[in-house]
C-alpha cells in the first residue's frame, strides 16, 4: 500500500530557472497538498497535464526526492524514515532511465539484481522469467545499442522488476512506445494487478488511465481535483466520458486567468 498525506513539494528556482519560467517569484510550489491511498491489487492513476505534479509525485514516493512537507508511507515503511526499507519494496520506471549501450542486456539485469542483494540463483531465474515475458530472451547478449526502441524499453521494464517489488511504480508507462511495445506494458501492469501487487501510474493519456486504473485522481496545478473510479468522476462532473470530466475541470481551474492554455 501507498499512503500520502499532505503532500508538498517546494522548488527553489535559480535565475535561469526563474527567467525560463517567466516568473520573479524565487520558489514553485510543484506539489500542493494532495493526499491519496493506493491498495494492494489496484492500479491507482495520477491523471493530468504536463507540469501538474505527477512526476514529482511519484519521484517523492520513489525516494528520489525528499518532499518538503507531508508524510508518505510504501508498505508501512516512512520515505523519509525509511528510505532504504522503501527502495526495497518498490520499482520506479521513467523513460529518464538511461541504460549502458555498451552492455548486454544479460549483463545489465545480473547487474542491477546483484545491487539489489540477490543471489546469482535467483537472479538467473528472475532474467529467465521476465526475458521470456517480453520477448528478450532472443537478443540478451546484443549490445543494447544495437536494440530497438521498444525493445530497450522492455529491458528497461525487465531491469526495474528484477527483485520482483511489492509496488510498482510507472511514470507515463506507454509514453513514446509502438502500439506493440504498449500493449505488453498494459497487459503486464493488469497482470501483476490480479496478484495483488500495488501499481501506482501518472499518465495525460485518457485512454490509458481508463483501460488501466480502478482509481484516479486528477491532478492540475499541483492539487488534486477530484478522486475515485471513472464511473464516479463522471457522475460527479455530470459527463459521459473521461475526456470530457477532465476538460471540464481543466476549464474550471483556468477560470480567472488572463489566458486559456
Do not use: W
Request: glycine share 8%.
Amino acid at each position: 500500500m501507498i499512503e500520502v498525506a499532505d503532500l508538498r513539494k517546494v522548488f527553489k528556482l535559480s535565475k535561469r530557472d526563474m527567467k525560463k519560467e517567466k516568473t520573479a517569484q524565487k520558489e514553485k510550489v510543484a506539489v500542493d497538498g494532495i493526499s491519496f491511498k493506493a491498495e494492494e491489487g489496484q492500479i491507482f492513476g495520477l491523471l493530468g497535464p504536463n507540469g501538474a505534479g505527477k512526476t514529482t509525485t511519484l519521484r517523492c514516493i520513489s525516494t528520489l526526492i525528499k518532499p518538503t512537507s507531508g508524510i508518505i508511507k510504501v508498505s508501512g515503511f516512512g520515505v523519509s524514515e525509511q528510505p532504504e526499507n522503501v527502495r526495497k519494496e518498490l520499482c520506479f520506471l521513467t523513460n529518464e532511465l538511461k541504460l549502458d549501450t555498451h552492455f548486454t542486456p544479460a549483463y545489465t539485469i545480473e547487474f542491477f539484481g546483484r545491487l539489489y542483494g540477490m543471489h546469482k540463483r535467483e537472479i538467473l531465474a528472475r532474467k529467465k522469467e521476465l526475458f521470456a515475458r517480453f520477448g528478450i530472451d532472443e537478443f540478451e547478449n546484443m549490445a543494447i545499442g544495437e536494440l530497438s526502441t521498444g525493445m530497450k524499453q522492455k529491458l528497461s521494464i525487465a531491469v526495474s522488476l528484477v527483485h520482483d517489488p511489492k509496488v510498482i511504480i510507472f511514470d507515463e508507462p506507454t509514453n513514446g512506445l509502438d502500439i506493440i511495445t504498449a500493449k505488453s506494458v498494459t497487459d503486464y501492469l493488469l497482470e501483476m494487478k490480479r496478484i495483488g501487487k500495488t501499481i501506482i501510474i501518472s499518465t495525460h493519456i485518457m485512454d490509458v488511465a481508463e483501460k488501466l486504473c480502478d482509481k484516479l485522481a486528477i491532478i492540475i496545478d499541483g492539487k488534486i481535483t477530484i478522486e475515485g473510479s471513472v464511473e464516479k468522476i463522471c457522475n460527479e462532473t455530470d459527463k459521459v466520458s473521461l475526456e470530457e470530466a477532465f476538460f471540464s475541470l481543466y476549464a474550471k481551474n483556468m477560470e480567472g486567468r488572463e489566458k486559456y492554455v
